[in-house]
């Protein structure tokens, strides 16, 4: 188990938390605070225990300093949250002399937030210089930010290595403790739901999942190559051809492992993509030429929800159908009230998902939510997050 924020001394000392504060913007206001109020538990306990927090995120992709991109907002928020200053270090450079000046005046229980990390160059490539700066900030290290813990870069990994001790938070802790369970030892029957757009995306997890479930549900415009692999035509709907193979392959697999495969049986279907667009449900062999594919139908979500029955833990990744759309969102709504009615551990893998079932309103209906998409699949395929290795890893070096 990884050191936990319950597990350090931090009174008098320089906290670097690496936070996701990578919060959607619309006209530079934020449209959906999620991400600060899920790194609030970790900031309340380092503030009670005396700590004075150097806070640090990255936000959106800018490729150097952008003013779009500033943090600021995040840092006003976050203030309304805390009930107390943020203190927002706005340098194009992240680190400098008059940051670390500011740092090294802070008080005990005081917060200060660093500009978007990405204003750096070095941060995405985890170069040594940007990673020096921020240690030079630290006495102790915190990583909160499990969205972006697969991610090797200066602020998730190179710092880790250079701060003395270093400790995962609140967050990041019920991350690993909910997703570490369902991979290694799930209480039975263990069903995965998989959706979403592309199976290329999907690939590592589906093969690591049928190692591990008892039933794997795919719904989704990933199907459709799952259609193709079974000689069904699909219309005009997303297929990856160069996947079809692959689908195949998983077929075979999912019967030689002895775990169920559950496909749909019918879809909803559209000429257009739009949210009016005339629709009918047709079975799954079925889709006439000029029709797309935009959600399971109504059998299979009786069969999939039949499915769920009994299940102890579910993990679920990808809508099943376009769910921005509210027709199109049957599919996925049927699955997350199935879901929300289990006597099971049940686990939302972040991205579209959890958009998905928050928006539909399940979200405290699940067990977990998990906080990072791209992070909590490569955890679900067996990978090693590095932001997470890199907690209490490492001995120091010197001269920093
Ligand atoms: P992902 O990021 O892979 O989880 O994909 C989520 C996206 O897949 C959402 O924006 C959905 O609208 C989209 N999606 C789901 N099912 C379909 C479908 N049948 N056709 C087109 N897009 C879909």
Redesign the pocket.
């Known amino acids: 188990m990884k050191k936990t924020v319950n597990d350090i001394q931090v009174k008098g000392k320089r906290v670097l938390v690496r936070c996701d504060f990578n919060v959607p913007l619309i006209d530079g206001k934020i449209s959906d605070d999620n991400r600060i109020v899920a790194a609030l538990p970790t900031l309340r306990k380092l503030i009670a225990d005396g700590g004075r927090l150097v806070l640090c995120s990255h936000l959106g992709k800018p490729k150097g300093p952008d003013a779009k991109a500033t943090l600021a907002p995040v840092a006003e928020r976050l203030a309304e949250h805390l009930g107390k200053p943020v203190k927002f270090l706005a340098d194009d450079a992240v680190v400098s002399d008059a940051v670390r000046e500011a740092v090294n005046a802070l008080k005990d229980g005081e917060v200060a937030l660093l500009q978007n990390t990405r204003f750096r160059p070095e941060e995405g490539k985890n170069e040594e210089a940007f990673s020096k700066d921020l240690a030079s900030l630290a006495d102790v290290y915190v990583n909160d930010a499990f969205g972006s813990a697969h991610r090797a870069h200066c602020s998730t990994v190179g710092v880790a290595a250079l701060v003395g001790e270093s400790a995962v938070g609140y967050l990041m802790e019920k991350e690993l403790k909910f997703l570490g369970e369902a991979v290694d030892k799930p209480v039975r029957p263990f069903v995965a739901i998989l959706?979403?757009?592309?199976v290329s995306?999907?690939i590592g997890v589906i093969n690591a999942l049928l190692e591990k479930v008892d039933k794997l549900i795919i719904g989704?415009?990933m199907a459709?190559t799952f259609f193709r692999a079974q000689g069904y035509g699909t219309g005009t709907?997303?297929v990856e051809e160069d996947r079809i193979d692959y689908a195949k392959e998983m077929i075979q697999k999912a019967k030689d492992k002895g775990v169920e495969l559950l496909l749909p049986i019918d879809t909803m279907i559209t000429k257009e993509f739009k949210a009016d667009a005339e629709w009918q449900c047709v079975d799954a062999d079925a889709i006439p030429d000029g029709w797309?594919?935009?959600?399971i139908g109504a059998k299979t979500q009786k069969r999939f929800t039949e499915a769920l029955q009994g299940a102890k833990t579910v993990i679920w990744?990808?809508?099943?159908?376009?769910?921005?759309f509210p027709v199109f969102a049957q599919g996925t709504l049927a699955l997350a009230k199935a879901m929300a009615e289990l006597d099971a551990t049940t686990i939302i893998g972040g991205?579209?998902?959890a958009a998905a079932v928050i928006q539909l309103g399940f979200a405290d209906k699940m067990s977990h939510i998990s906080t990072g998409?791209g992070a909590s699949l490569e955890f679900l395929e067996g990978k090693k997050l590095p932001g997470v290795e890199a907690v209490n890893a490492s001995t120091p070096k010197a001269g920093v």
């Open positions: 959706g979403g757009l592309k995306d999907k989704g415009a459709y709907s997303i797309q594919g935009l959600d990744n990808g809508p099943m159908g376009v769910f921005e991205g579209d998902s998409g």
